[in-house]
């Protein structure tokens, strides 16, 4: 199994362009989470779905984020338009057991 | 309002000693706790969880103690090997708020060979 892909690695976009970061979990798994790392807060959980269905989006930031899952092997994070305040690293996960995630690599976003 | 504290940023250990990393909660509902291990440029990986029902869960080089009453829970590893040099993060979930994971701000781990 490859485990969690995230796509791109690293993005670099400058301040009020639409970005969209992807995700496609592990097969099986009917749990998926979109995180956030920085500096200042740590890792943060932004949303998580169970079955292509949002359960809770009360950490997603601003009307600015959104998240998708069209189907159970894609999810997308959408910031439009993107500020320098949300470079971060943005993580999925994904778990058939609601604690076990298994996470991603990871997107490297920077907004200039 | 931090609701999980990892309050030591980084600890040095020489191989084959003992690593213990510490960890304190506010949140009295938590009732399920993870320690994650995370390699740079790589997502955490899960390491070890125990359930607020026990105050002990063990597994191959890697314990975790929980204190209910003091709130603190500790993982131990030992010995402690160079691949062990990570950032160490823990989380906990509670039932009543849905099983979010909330994480602690992570230990960074040097093994010393």
């Known amino acids: 199994d490859a485990g969690v892909i995230q796509s791109p690695r690293h993005e670099v976009t400058e301040m009020g362009q639409e970005v969209t970061l992807r995700c496609k979990p592990i097969?099986?798994?009917?749990?998926l989470f979109w995180y956030r790392q920085t500096m200042m807060r740590g890792l943060e959980l932004l949303i998580y779905?169970?079955?292509?269905?949002?359960?809770?989006d009360s950490g997603m930031p601003e009307d600015r984020f959104s998240a998708k899952m069209p189907n159970a092997s894609f999810s997308t994070l959408k910031i439009q338009p993107s500020e320098p305040r949300d470079s971060a690293v943005y993580f999925c996960a994904s778990s058939y057991r609601f604690h076990e995630q298994f996470f991603g690599p990871g997107t490297r976003l920077t907004v200039l | 309002d931090q609701q999980v504290k990892q309050n030591s940023p980084s600890l040095s250990v020489q191989e084959g000693r003992i690593s213990i990393l510490n960890c304190d909660y506010t949140n009295s509902m938590f009732d399920y706790f993870l320690w994650y291990k995370k390699y740079p440029a790589e997502g955490p990986t899960f390491l070890i969880s125990?359930?607020?029902?026990?105050d002990k869960n063990e597994d191959g080089r890697f314990t975790v103690f929980l204190n209910k009453s003091a709130k603190h829970l500790s993982l131990h590893i030992v010995p402690s090997q160079p691949g062990d040099s990570a950032v160490y993060f823990c989380?906990?979930?509670?039932?009543?708020?849905?099983?979010?994971?909330?994480f602690g701000g992570g230990t960074r781990v040097l093994v010393k060979p």
């Open positions: 097969s099986g798994h009917d749990y």
């Open positions: 125990i359930s607020s029902i026990k």
């Open positions: 989380a906990a979930s509670a039932r009543a708020a849905g099983n979010k994971l909330t």
């Open positions: 779905f169970n079955n292509n269905v949002p359960i809770d």
